[in-house]
């Protein structure tokens, strides 16, 4: 038997849905994690308030989130007696979702407050000399910085996409319900089945790929080499 | 007409200009000639209202427009055109580097397509209309800044050094559609450091060093019969600021 039939042996109704709900959960949570998370790091860019600093200080903490901690707390707040149990999403789809939500926000915040205070000043007086008002100042700085918010994204998923803690603490791992690659291969781990584990990090590890290079390549798109004699302008300029 | 009255602007209890004044009115060039650091694109900065200065007025046809509310600077500045002296392109292609100043500005949709020709046109760069900006040379980017400017049709063009990092050939294009705009009853504001340049283009010379206007006059009495001594020696090149 070829090693790709022993694959598409291996591609069973159960493995494939493992696969789909690991994706469907990162990808929703990376989305709504994005929603929140860019205008979050828009405002902290380019808005000055009090505590700035302090918030900007705190988003860099929960940037590293044990997952772990994120999954107890999420645990505690959903079970039956805590504050959103009347909702029932414990050991749901939904509560992986809220745990990874949760995870992506500040990644996505901090990353991309990095990439908007980077777009260079010059290009910011170039726009307010133009006649931009503030609404068109905050659209032209995010185009600019469209590259470093993509990276933002892409960790964010990265992160997600592997993450374990967390899905297991809120999801339960149950099967055809909330098994998700991650929690699965430590389930497989853990009962000895090395070959089904390994098989599951290499889907894992080769979708993840692909969606990073779908994402890679929209972020080379959005920024061109210079072959010629003009640099962009950088920070430092 | 643009008229300077005794700015002053200091940085960290350091005077950057001291009490610069002057006028000028459309269709002439006013050239602000000094070495680095002597506060020519300070001024550029502060009649396009992106600096404040420390005190002083700028009086655009009789309106001071440094004691405006920020929606009025608006409307003023949209009446103005800066040339950076490096060039300053966003992160798109050459067409829609011309056309992000256009919508700004709200011109006619309808015209976009044709002004943008027009402009790119003017500055030879018509074939690299679909180019992505950040392909193009240091002489081609100063020159898509320029039909930048030109394109928003500008009551002032405030320059700061435009020709500084261009080869001769790309000078001569950029000083033929100065000289072309200003004969079209435009008024422009250029700062250079080349002392010949300076004498090619302007109607009016400004001689600044460390802040401070040390002459100004015509061109031709700048070079002719300047008063100050230290002028007839920067003029006969026996000093050389900065």
Same mark, same amino acid.
């Given at each position: &038997? ?5 694959? =598409? ?15 469907? #959960? ?10 929140? +998370? ?8 380019? %808005? ?15 940037? +590293? ?17 805590? @504050?959103? /149990?009347?909702?029932?999403? @414990?050991?749901?789809?939904?509560? &992986? ?5 949760? &995870? ?5 915040? +901090? ?47 990265? /992160? ?40 599951? +990090? =290499? ?10 290079? #779908?994402?890679? %390549? ?20 | ?22 006028? !000028? ?9 000094? *070495?680095?650091? $002597? ?6 900065? !502060? ?6 200065? $420390? ?31 490096? *060039? ?65 049709? *500008? ?15 790309? !000078? ?53 019969? *300047? ?16």
């Amino acid at each position: &038997m070829s090693p790709f039939s022993l694959f =598409i042996d291996f591609l069973n109704e159960e493995i494939i849905s493992i696969t789909l709900l690991s994706f469907q #959960v990162s990808l929703s949570a990376v989305l709504l994690g994005s929603i929140i +998370g860019i205008p979050l790091g828009t405002l902290l860019a380019l %808005k000055d308030f009090r505590g700035k600093e302090l918030v900007i200080t705190l988003t860099n903490t929960f940037m +590293g989130l044990p997952p772990v901690v994120v999954g107890l707390v999420l645990y505690l707040l959903l079970s039956r007696s805590g @504050l959103l /149990g009347p909702l029932q999403l @414990l050991y749901t789809p939904w509560a &992986m979702i809220l745990a990874q939500f949760i &995870m992506s926000i500040p990644i996505i915040t +901090g990353l991309s407050y990095s990439a908007i205070v980077a777009v260079p000043q010059k290009l910011i007086d170039h726009a307010i000399s133009l006649g931009a008002d503030r609404r068109q100042l905050v659209w032209i700085v995010i185009n600019e910085s469209k590259v470093g918010i993509l990276a933002a994204i892409v960790a964010a998923f990265g /992160g997600a996409i592997s993450e374990v803690g967390a899905i297991m603490l809120v999801g339960g791992n149950i099967r055809y319900l909330t098994r998700a690659l991650t929690t699965a291969i430590v389930l497989y781990t853990s009962t000895g089945e090395f070959d089904t584990a390994i098989s599951l +990090g =290499i889907i894992l590890l080769s979708t993840s790929f692909v969606v990073n290079l #779908v994402l890679t %390549k929209l972020q080379s798109k959005y920024k061109p080499n210079s072959k010629k004699g003009f640099k962009p302008p950088r920070l430092s300029d | 007409m643009i008229e300077v009255h005794n700015i002053w602007k200091s940085y960290r209890n350091k005077s950057v200009l001291k009490g610069v004044s002057f006028k !000028i009115e459309e269709g002439k060039i006013f050239c602000v000639i000094g *070495p680095n650091g $002597s506060g020519k694109t300070t001024i550029l900065k !502060i009649i396009d209202m992106l600096e404040e200065p $420390s005190r002083g007025e700028i009086l655009f046809n009789s309106v001071n427009i440094l004691s405006l509310k920020e929606n009025e600077k608006v409307a003023y500045r949209k009446k103005m055109a800066m040339l950076f002296q490096q *060039p300053t392109l966003y992160n798109m292609k050459v067409h829609e580097n011309i056309a992000l100043g256009l919508k700004i500005r709200k011109f006619d949709k309808t015209i976009l397509k044709q002004k943008i020709q027009c402009s790119l046109k003017e500055v030879g760069l018509l074939d690299y209309a679909d180019k992505h900006a950040y392909t193009l040379s240091g002489g081609e980017a100063q020159r898509l800044c320029l039909a930048m400017a030109l394109a928003l049709e *500008p009551e002032v063009l405030l320059l700061d050094e435009p020709t500084a990092n261009l080869d001769p050939a790309n !000078i001569i294009i950029v000083e033929n559609i100065i000289r072309n705009y200003a004969k079209n009853n435009g008024l422009v504001i250029y700062t250079t450091h080349n002392m010949f340049e300076a004498k090619r283009l302007a109607d009016r010379i400004a001689l600044l060093v460390d802040g401070s206007i040390i002459e100004e006059a015509s061109t031709e009495d700048f070079f002719g019969s *300047p008063r100050d001594e230290r002028v007839a020696k920067f003029v006969r090149g026996e000093i050389v600021f900065g």
